[in-house]
């Protein structure tokens, strides 16, 4: 696994990824939801990016899970350009296995791409008991590849309750090593997680416990303000809590953090799914002011006025459709944000 030179595709500047020559295969997970009898694996498909392909925008190949009910969601490589942060440089690894995790199964499949990137192959799975025995840790969602490891955010623990957190495996041998913080402060819920490597300041979010969210957001509970509303600071080294950026109680279920791609910048954007004030959904900045974090709503997207009959009785008093926004994305240039 290891490189003599390190790998290509590690840049070091946004501007030298956006120079690079563009993926020509993305990996897409696919769910199966049949029922009664007809449920199958998830998939990690291949899909054929390449505009000068005779297949493009055709799925070239697939992978399916070998177990039922994974419910596969966000994944990521086990290494990539943080490698060469100079605090725990690692260049000599490779960007080849992606880090498939099962939200709802809390399995972990590593996925080897080099061999055949159209026919990836499982190469080891991590079983929940595993992960649960070595960081208090179930149902894991985000994974980020970091200058000394495999970063993943968990959002609960075995039972469904939290809290939750983020826990680090060898990003070599895949083995789970331990829970990632020293001291979780008032942090309870989790969701997503990200960083300013060149402030050693990581950030995570808020949605809810599994058993919160498995089976749907509850409506009682989420009228009472019990999902996420908060935003949570961390000095990467120390992977102590540091502060807590409140976005205010009727803000629920802050979820996606993007901050800037640009090193020496200390903001970033984060989304608010509904608003029970009105049902709106918002966008966040968060930010360094007077040698200490803040956080501001910068965008606010409206719900839509709606019939009372026409929707679920929890929003009925409403008179509107909440937009609801669950993911953003921003541009490596840090120009653009996409809002979905």
């Known amino acids: ?155 609960g623990a075995p039972n469904g309750d939290g809290p939750g957190g983020v826990f680090v495996m060898d990003h070599e041998s895949f083995e789970v090593q331990r829970a990632w913080e020293a001291d979780h402060g008032p942090q309870y819920l989790a969701y997503d997680f990200w960083w300013h490597l060149s402030q050693d300041a990581l950030i995570t979010s808020e949605w809810g416990t599994p058993n919160m969210v498995e089976n749907g957001v509850i409506p009682e509970q989420l009228l009472a303000g019990k999902y996420g509303h908060q935003l949570h600071v961390w000095d990467l080294r120390s992977r102590k809590h540091l502060q807590t950026l409140d976005l205010g109680a009727e803000q629920q279920m802050v979820l996606e953090l993007r901050p800037a791609h640009d090193p020496t910048k200390s903001y970033g954007f984060v989304n608010s799914v509904v608003s029970l004030k009105d049902l709106s959904s918002s966008i966040w900045v968060w930010h360094r002011q007077n040698g200490s974090w803040a956080v501001q709503k910068v965008i606010e997207v409206p719900a839509e006025p709606a019939s009372a009959d026409q929707l679920p009785p929890a929003i009925q008093p409403f008179a509107a459709v909440p937009p609801l926004i669950t993911d953003i994305n921003l541009t490596l240039d840090d120009r653009y944000l996409y809002v979905s």
């Open 1 to 155: 696994m290891a490189r003599v030179t390190p790998d290509p595709t590690f840049y070091p500047s946004p501007r030298s990824a956006m120079q690079a020559p563009a993926e020509q295969l993305a990996y897409v997970a696919v769910l199966n939801v049949g029922q009664n009898g007809t449920r199958r694996p998830d998939s990690l498909t291949v899909v054929d990016v390449d505009p000068n392909s005779s297949t493009y925008a055709q799925q070239v190949g697939r992978l399916d899970m070998p177990n039922v009910g994974d419910e596969l969601h966000h994944f990521g490589w086990n290494a990539c350009s943080s490698a060469l942060c100079p605090y725990a440089p690692h260049p000599h690894v490779e960007r080849r296995y992606l880090v498939v995790p099962g939200l709802r199964s809390s399995r972990i499949h590593i996925v080897d791409t080099r061999s055949d990137p159209r026919q990836p192959r499982i190469v080891k799975v991590i079983e929940p008991d595993e992960l649960a025995r070595k960081t208090g840790y179930s149902r894991p969602h985000t994974s980020h590849c970091g200058p000394d490891g495999i970063y993943l955010s968990a959002i």
